[in-house]
């Protein structure tokens, strides 16, 4: 859960590999019902979240979207920033940036954990 989730991974991909072979909570839970998920506790829809939005709200929910699909679906930063129409080192350094906040901020490790939480619990689409 968290520990893995705040860590800072040098060779990300195969500690995500591990930690989806023994974590039976990786969630087959498609982009489009993560976006939407992420989108509702945003306040925003996923029509502003793809594509090229500056809000805040937009650019923190793919900073999440991103986070949340790497670390706790099947999916990989390349699949997330090809959805999120945007470039995947823009998409690193959000997520980079997202897990340093989640070390600082109690209130943005508790929204992430939520979500998580919720992610684990929706049925595959």
Same mark, same amino acid.
């Given at each position: 859960?968290?520990?893995?989730?705040?860590?800072?991974?040098?060779?990300?991909?195969?500690?995500?590999?591990?930690?989806?072979?023994?974590?039976?909570?990786?969630?087959?839970?498609?982009?489009?019902?993560?976006?939407?998920?992420?989108?509702?506790?945003?306040?925003?829809?996923?029509?502003?979240?793809?594509?090229?939005?500056?809000?805040?709200?937009?650019?923190?929910?793919?900073?999440?979207?991103? =986070?949340?699909?790497?670390?706790?679906?099947?999916?990989?930063?390349? *699949?997330?920033?090809?959805? !999120?129409?945007? @470039? %995947?080192? &823009?998409?690193?350094?959000?997520?980079?940036? =997202?897990?340093?906040?989640?070390?600082?901020?109690?209130?943005?490790? *508790?929204?992430?954990?939520? !979500?998580?939480? @919720? %992610?684990? &619990?929706?049925?595959?689409?």
């Amino acid at each position: 859960g968290v520990i893995y989730l705040i860590s800072k991974a040098k060779d990300h991909d195969s500690l995500k590999a591990l930690h989806q072979a023994d974590d039976k909570s990786a969630s087959n839970i498609s982009l489009d019902t993560l976006t939407a998920l992420v989108a509702e506790k945003y306040n925003t829809f996923s029509q502003n979240i793809i594509g090229k939005s500056r809000s805040r709200p937009a650019v923190e929910a793919r900073a999440v979207i991103a =986070l949340l699909a790497v670390d706790h679906t099947q999916h990989t930063l390349k *699949e997330v920033s090809i959805y !999120l129409e945007k @470039e %995947i080192s &823009t998409m690193s350094r959000q997520v980079t940036n =997202l897990r340093d906040k989640i070390t600082k901020f109690s209130a943005v490790q *508790e929204k992430i954990e939520r !979500l998580i939480e @919720e %992610i684990i &619990t929706i049925s595959p689409d």
